[in-house]
């Protein structure tokens, strides 16, 4: 089975990550067989890909002068002969040819519009809210697929303490997110006031960086907490971690809680849509309201408190993950959806 990934999303970003490690988990089916069209400001994704024996082409997604992008993803398709043709957000889904609207998918992170995927005859939700969100658009259901995402850590090797400038011995609470007011991260720094013992990572750029940064020193956290930019080993970060904080006011999903399950390290949520329909309080995380610094610095400190509350969280996340977020269970269930695709064409 051909399949073409066309993302032209941010340089980096959640989203982002999703299609790439989604994409790397395909790789490794026997019987698929992949090419990808995107951006070329991402040098490690492009690298990814190419390491892992998947063909790249590069295209600027410009909307105001659309005739380079279409003819990049013409000439992908011309030549790859994909059986199904995947876009992934809705930048991507506005370049769809509407000759081959029967094999493509358009994918859903968030809260987009149909009309952003009106080439694409099928489509994905990454959540059982964005499935419903699809379906009350006019979608048949039988042309809407749950795939949910995954997270495989196995192997992973902490991150030097040292290097981050922060004592072996500290509880870290680490934060994946992009400097943006929907991430919250603002309520995590007056959190922190009141933990005189926690540091913080915050991994990720953005808009609200120098904010951010003049709010940490105002609050006198500039020995405790570490900006570190974008990052690539997010996994070295969590396995150094002591647990993970999400306070996201605006969340359609939010794979940190999957890369927390995964990581096995307990979690503390902001009950935004998309945690608030995974995280169960006290079993598998402690969900906590939006926008609430003492509630978000309560819940940390009984974690960091609380050895055996910890271990439960870890352990119920782990059992979430491995019920719905294991790689074998996306692989499944994409193979199943694109058959699927394979079957009505055929038929």
């Known amino acids: 089975m051909r399949i073409l990934h066309v993302m032209a999303g941010a340089r980096e970003g959640g989203a ?15 019987t698929i067989t992949q090419c990808v069209v995107t951006r070329p400001d991402n040098a490690f ?36 002969q994909p059986d199904i043709i995947q876009y992934w957000m809705g930048r991507a889904g506005q370049f769809a040819p509407a000759r081959y609207r029967d094999i493509s998918i358009g994918w859903y992170g968030g809260y987009y519009k149909l009309e952003r995927f009106r080439n694409c005859l099928w489509h994905i939700g990454l959540t059982k809210d964005l499935v419903r969100h699809i379906r009350e658009q006019g979608v048949p259901y039988e042309h809407i697929g749950l795939i949910h995402t995954t997270a495989d850590f196995k192997g992973a090797r902490s991150v030097d303490r040292a290097s981050l400038d922060t004592p072996a011995d500290a509880p870290v609470a680490l934060a994946l ?15 922190a006031t009141k933990l005189p013992e926690l540091y913080v990572w915050i991994a990720g750029d953005g808009p609200l960086e120098s904010e951010l940064k003049a ?18 080993d997010r ?16 969340e359609p999903f939010g794979t940190v809680t999957v890369d927390a399950w995964a990581a ?40 960091l408190d609380n050895p055996d509350l910890a271990h439960s969280l870890v352990k119920g996340g782990y059992d979430t993950f491995n019920k719905t977020f294991t790689k074998q269970a996306f692989q499944q269930d994409s193979l199943a959806f694109y058959r699927k695709i394979r079957q009505h064409v055929s038929s």
């Open 45 to 80: 994704r492009i690298r990814s890909f190419q390491r892992a024996g998947i063909d790249v082409h590069t295209a600027s997604f410009n909307k105001m002068f659309k005739g380079p992008t279409k003819r990049v993803l013409d000439r992908a398709i011309r030549d790859f």
């Open 16 to 30: 982002e990550n999703i299609m790439l490690e989604s994409v790397l988990a395909l790789q490794e089916v026997e």
């Open 264 to 303: 096995g390290k307990p979690l503390v949520a902001a009950d935004a849509v998309g945690p608030a329909a995974y995280v169960k309080d006290g079993i598998n995380g402690l969900l906590i309201p939006k926008n609430d610094a003492d509630a978000l610095a309560a819940a940390m400190k009984r974690i």
């Open 235 to 250: 996994d070295a970060l969590l396995a150094a971690c002591t647990l993970v904080a999400f306070p996201s006011r605006y």
């Open 215 to 232: 709010q940490c020193s105002a609050l006198g956290l500039d020995g405790r907490v570490r900006f570190l930019g974008w990052r690539n």
């Open 177 to 191: 997110a992009r400097l943006h007011v929907k991430k919250g991260l603002d309520t995590l720094l007056e959190a």
